[in-house]
């Protein structure tokens, strides 16, 4: 798995950073309230998972699942929610946790054409990584990581064809494991 991978990007300890640094921006942000934190399957979840444990104040957390590229490495623009939430967002103040924003096609279905709908009181947007170049939609996280540069990365959650999740760090893949 690690001869894969051509380029790291973003070690481990700087991804750990990070997150610490999110999580305490956060806990400032949401002094005093509860918020209901919710995970982006599947490529959220490990950055979900250190995440929450850097916020201070008392939380919920749940999981969506939709759609994104399927073993592809470009969005198809089609959002489907293929795991719903388990509660309800009504008056609820929402963080969404995302792993990376390249299009923004899911972010903004699930923001505009969900989360709204469904009358949460407050919706805030935390991503560990950024591809602003690749924007379709005029969308920002109120919260950001690392910006990359346009390339197809993968490990800490994200994957190529499902694997590579477990790497605890961001890199690039080897041109041919794409065409292997
Ligand atoms: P978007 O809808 O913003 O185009 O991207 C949605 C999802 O596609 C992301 O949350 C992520 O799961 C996946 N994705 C986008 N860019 C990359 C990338 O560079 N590498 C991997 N592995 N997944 C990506
Ligand atoms: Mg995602
Ligand atoms: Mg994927």
């Known amino acids: 798995m690690q001869n894969d991978i051509q ?3 973003i070690s481990e ?3 750990q950073e990070m997150v610490k640094e999110l999580g305490e921006k956060l806990s400032v942000e949401y002094e005093g309230r509860n918020p209901l934190v919710i995970c982006v399957l599947k490529g959220a979840f490990v950055f979900m998972a250190d995440l929450i444990k850097r916020i201070t104040v008392p939380i919920e957390i749940d999981f969506m699942a939709v759609s994104s590229y399927g073993a592809s490495t470009k969005s198809s623009g089609v959002v489907k929610i293929i795991k719903d939430l388990d509660v309800s967002v009504e008056g609820r103040d929402v963080l969404i946790v995302e792993d ?3 299009s923004g096609l899911t972010l903004s279905y699930l923001i505009n054409d969900v989360l709204k ?3 949460a009181k407050s919706i805030r947007v935390v ?3 950024d591809k ?3 924007r379709t939609v005029d969308l920002q996280a109120d919260f950001t990581g690392f910006v990359l540069p346009d390339a197809f990365v993968v490990g800490y959650g994200l994957d190529y ?3 590579y999740r477990n790497l605890p760090y961001i890199g690039i893949l080897k041109p041919e494991v794409y065409s292997s």
């Open 100 to 102: 990376i924003i390249d």
């Open 127 to 129: 991503t560990l990584f």
């Open 7 to 9: 380029e790291v990007l």
């Open 161 to 163: 064809a499902e694997k």
């Open 117 to 119: 709908r469904r009358n």
């Open 132 to 134: 602003p170049a690749r």
């Open 13 to 15: 300890e700087q991804i």
